[in-house]
């Protein structure tokens, strides 16, 4: 059970802000090759930087999980 935590885990060795890496974002076009989509979580200070990303890949479906949650669940995480 995953009780009341239920923050997805990063990968081993993935990159802290997977939307400011080249390394990363570079071999997010190997989804397409499988025809697989990329489902994102991010906080809404970072839609505008996943929005960038999608345009850059039109060929990958992109899903955007919980429409940008606030970065804490209180009034400076709804403020940004």
């Not at 081993?12 to 499988?34: K, M, T």
């Not at 996943?50 to 345009?55: C, E, K, N, S, V």
């Amino acid at each position: 059970s995953r009780g009341d935590d239920s923050r997805r885990r990063r990968l081993p060795g993935a990159p802290r802000d997977f939307l400011a890496s080249d390394a990363w974002s570079g071999n997010l076009g190997l989804l397409r090759d499988y025809g697989w989509s990329f489902d994102a979580q991010v906080y809404y200070q970072q839609m505008p930087a996943l929005g960038a990303l999608a345009r850059r890949y039109p060929d990958v479906q992109f899903v955007l999980d919980h429409a940008g949650m606030p970065a804490a669940p209180d009034e400076a995480g709804f403020d940004g």
